[in-house]
């Protein structure tokens, strides 16, 4: 083979469809049963809209972006992420008119120059939902409700809802101070990658996946932030806490769970399988109430998640489970010779005005190599035109599982067809 799909990349293959129609479904459903709307933003946006979102400090923005020059001399970024183009539209738009908060989902393709591994790409895609304009723990719990409820939709199980709280402006950094002292000593037992945290974004150190170095144990043995958030972030958490408790939601505190980035304010969630693996989580999500004053918005909290379908499909998959399969063909039209070959064409196209699904066999085989593609296409009909049919204006039907034929009036092959 010359050419192959680029490194990280994938090609969805029409076997593979009918789980990801399954998944964007069943969020499309629960997205509208909750009263979100879709939304759609471009696949690339301007660079400095995701270098100052994202954050210089983070993984995405230091080595993950696709960044470009277009001929016109613009610098352009490949979507990372859904969130900050979503926010940009909604001051673009001046969605602060609307009632507050704004719900909307999305399906976006996201390319990250990553390392590829199993669940890992450079162009996946993401199904997710940002509820922007309402600061109130009941939006966090109605987000992360409607998350738990995807994966149960989906028959995912054993997953995991894993909730912390970050703090914010106020309380976040005498919360680094602490996680700084805690480390301080110990730099040299952790991996080159959390000295590089340390010194960029302290927080990020609690995510680390490494088990070849200290990190672990530090992980375990650092304060917790929630241990330490002000008034208003305490008051903020344990309202979430209590909303969640009446949706019965089966979340489990975890005190190590982190958003890096700036702009991420107290709500951080997540859904892992257990056992995590760098990467098995599902979806991640959190609130996020000073990125719209960061773009240059006024002050305006939102909250989210995002959801990676390859991940989802993956699960769902491993479920053992076929997904609900369609791969047969309704109508295989067959023609014999020239003549009858048109009148196939002109039949297959009538019955694809009526709804009816028609394929037209190949030209210029015999009648039994015909059958076999009609067969190899799992056909439920195959209609066969000969000049004999063609002279008399019928056409035969052959009903493919039982094996029986009967020649009917060509007009009324629809008909017959669709009384089945
Ligand atoms: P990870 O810790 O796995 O790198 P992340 O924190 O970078 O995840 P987010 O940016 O929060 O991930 O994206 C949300 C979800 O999108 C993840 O939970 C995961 O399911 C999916 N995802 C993220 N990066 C990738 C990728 N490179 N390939 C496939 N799915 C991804
Ligand atoms: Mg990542």
Redesign the pocket.
């Known amino acids: 083979v010359q050419y192959r799909a680029p490194r990280?990349t994938r090609d969805i293959l029409p076997a593979e469809q009918s789980y990801w129609r399954h998944v964007e479904a069943t969020a499309r459903e629960l997205a509208h049963l909750f009263g979100y709307a879709q939304i759609d933003t471009p696949i690339f946006e301007q660079r400095a809209l995701f270098d100052r979102s994202v954050g210089q400090g983070t993984?995405?923005v230091e080595k993950e972006t696709y960044t470009f020059q277009d001929r016109g001399g613009e610098e352009l970024t490949l979507r990372?992420?859904g969130t900050a183009p979503i926010c940009r539209a909604y001051l673009e738009h001046g969605m602060s008119s609307l009632p507050q908060p704004v719900r909307l989902y999305y399906f976006c393709p996201?390319f990250?120059y990553?390392r590829p591994q199993a669940?890992?790409?450079?162009h996946?895609?993401?199904c997710?939902v940002e509820a922007i304009g309402d600061s109130n723990p009941a939006v966090d719990a109605e987000v992360i409700e409607l998350s738990w409820r995807l994966v149960e939709e989906l028959g995912l199980s054993g997953q995991q809802l894993l909730v912390n709280s970050i703090g914010d402006g106020e309380c976040r950094p005498r919360y680094l101070e602490r996680l700084r002292s805690h480390y301080t000593h110990h730099l040299g037992k952790v991996c080159t990658d959390c000295h590089h945290r340390f010194e960029r974004n302290v927080l990020r150190m609690l995510?680390c996946?490494r088990s070849d170095f200290g990190c672990q144990e530090l992980i375990a043995e650092a304060p917790r932030s929630a241990d330490h958030l002000c008034t208003a972030c305490a008051g903020h958490w344990s309202k979430l806490l209590y909303y969640l408790d009446a949706l019965d939601l089966p979340y489990t505190v975890e005190p190590r769970l982190v958003?890096g980035l700036d702009y991420y304010t107290r709500t951080a969630f997540?859904i892992q399988p257990p056992g995590k693996g760098?990467?098995?989580?599902?979806?991640?999500?959190g609130r996020y109430d000073g990125l719209i004053q960061e773009l240059g918005g006024q002050p305006t909290p939102g909250i989210g998640?995002?959801?990676?379908?390859?991940?989802?499909v993956l699960n769902v998959k491993r479920r053992g489970e076929a997904a609900p399969e369609n791969d047969q063909t309704q109508v295989v039209v067959i023609g014999l010779g020239e003549v009858a070959y048109r009148e196939a064409h002109r039949l297959a196209s009538h019955l694809r005005r009526e709804g009816i699904q028609a394929v037209l066999a190949p030209a210029g085989r015999s009648m039994r190599g015909q059958m076999r593609h009609a067969t190899a296409l799992k056909a439920r009909y195959s209609l066969i035109l000969g000049e004999e049919e063609v002279q008399k204006e019928t056409v035969t039907v052959k009903n493919m599982a039982r094996s029986e034929q009967m020649e009917i009036p060509a007009k009324s092959a629809a008909s017959v067809v669709r009384a089945g």
């Open positions: 990280g993984d995405i990372p992420e996201n990250r990553e669940g890992r790409y450079r996946f895609n993401q997710g995510d996946k958003r997540e760098a990467q098995s989580t599902v979806l991640g999500g998640f995002g959801a990676g379908m390859e991940r989802l």
